[in-house]
């Protein structure tokens, strides 16, 4: 039983990271600090762990570790924090995706569909743009826009519809009115399928995790050293598909681009070439761990060149 967050795929993706016990390693999203605390056992005395969080929540979760250090800010900037903390380049950087447990099963956070509480979903409270705000203000066709790229909800432009023709006459803020409001576009058979796509997209727009990741990805072949690895542990598609392109013909939106030769340069090699995925017996033990894929990319020590 997890206290904070159960860490998915903890040994696989720990033991794919440290290859250098006295190197310096980042982890993007601290959370409970399950993976931090597994890498600084990995580590010796003069290995250093830099990790990130944006949640206030998690600065309870701090081991008092000399080698340790926390940046309670977005990923986002994970480079100009590691340019200011004199840290570059990096040994490795572990990224394990989206919300915690704790996030999840607290009900003021809005995360859950089936706990009550404000329709909030910001990861952190330094966000000025809550869930509730977006189904307020957002125009029907933005959100048409983003039930269908981030829920790939099949009914998006009805649901929009129904969303803005609500505001005035319908609590909107919270999460009870909000299913309320949205109820005539629910599947009576898969409700909760259906509003754990709803609440997924709202979160991701909410946070703008896509932009976010892009970002980092994009950053992480300045950030890491050759022979370093970047590890992504994700849930979703959307958030796997641009890492696997990455990995596999180095730019987010999987393009080839060959030169005269007929080759690819990239920054990182996967290894191995398919995600991985827990275990039965770890998706017994965390139900959560189910949709979990991991992805392992080598810095290249030059730009590789592939046929
Ligand atoms: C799946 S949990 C990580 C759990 C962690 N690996 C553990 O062992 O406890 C994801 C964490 O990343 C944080 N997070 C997600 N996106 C972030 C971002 N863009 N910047 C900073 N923290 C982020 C969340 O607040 C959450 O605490």
Redesign the pocket.
């Known amino acids: 039983m997890y206290d904070?967050?159960d860490?998915?795929l903890?040994h696989p993706s720990v033991d794919a990271l440290v290859t250098n016990p006295d190197g310096t390693y980042v982890?993007?999203?601290?959370?409970?600090?399950?993976?931090?605390r597994a890498i600084l056992n990995k580590l010796s005395p003069k290995g250093k762990l830099i990790a990130?969080?944006?949640?206030e929540d998690?600065l309870s979760r701090v081991p008092q570790d000399p080698r340790f250090t926390l940046v309670n800010?977005?990923?986002?900037f994970t480079k100009p924090y590691l340019e200011y903390l004199k840290a570059l380049p990096v040994d490795g950087i572990l990224a394990?995706?989206?919300?915690?447990s704790?996030?999840i099963d607290v009900g003021e956070r809005g995360f859950a569909h089936r706990l009550n509480g404000p329709l909030d979903m910001r990861?952190?409270n330094q966000n000025p743009i809550s869930a509730a705000h977006l189904v307020n203000t957002a125009s029907e066709s933005e959100l048409t826009t983003l039930f269908k790229q981030y829920g790939e909800i099949p009914n998006a432009r009805r649901l929009a519809e129904v969303i803005t023709r609500s505001r005035g006459s319908k609590d909107l803020a919270s999460i009870q009115g909000f299913k309320s409001a949205i109820a005539p576009c629910t599947p009576g058979k898969t409700p909760a399928k259906y509003l754990s796509q709803v609440f997924q997209a709202l979160r991701i727009a909410v946070?703008k995790?896509m932009f976010?990741l892009e970002t980092l990805l994009n950053d992480a072949e300045s950030i890491i050293k050759p022979g370093g690895k970047l590890v992504v542990i994700s849930y979703h598609s959307l958030e796997d598909r641009m890492v696997k392109h990455l990995f596999q013909t180095g730019n987010l939106q999987g393009e080839r681009h060959t030169d005269l030769y007929g080759h690819i340069s990239k920054p990182f090699d996967n290894q191995p070439n398919a995600a991985i995925t827990p275990d039965a017996e770890e998706i017994e033990k965390n139900k959560r761990a189910r949709s979990a894929k991991m992805r392992i990319g080598v810095r290249n020590t030059w730009k590789k060149t592939l046929s």
């Open positions: 904070y967050h860490p998915v903890l982890d993007v999203t601290f959370g409970g600090g399950g993976h931090s990130f969080d944006q949640d998690t800010h977005n990923f986002q394990d995706l989206g919300i915690s704790h996030q990861m952190s946070n995790e976010v």
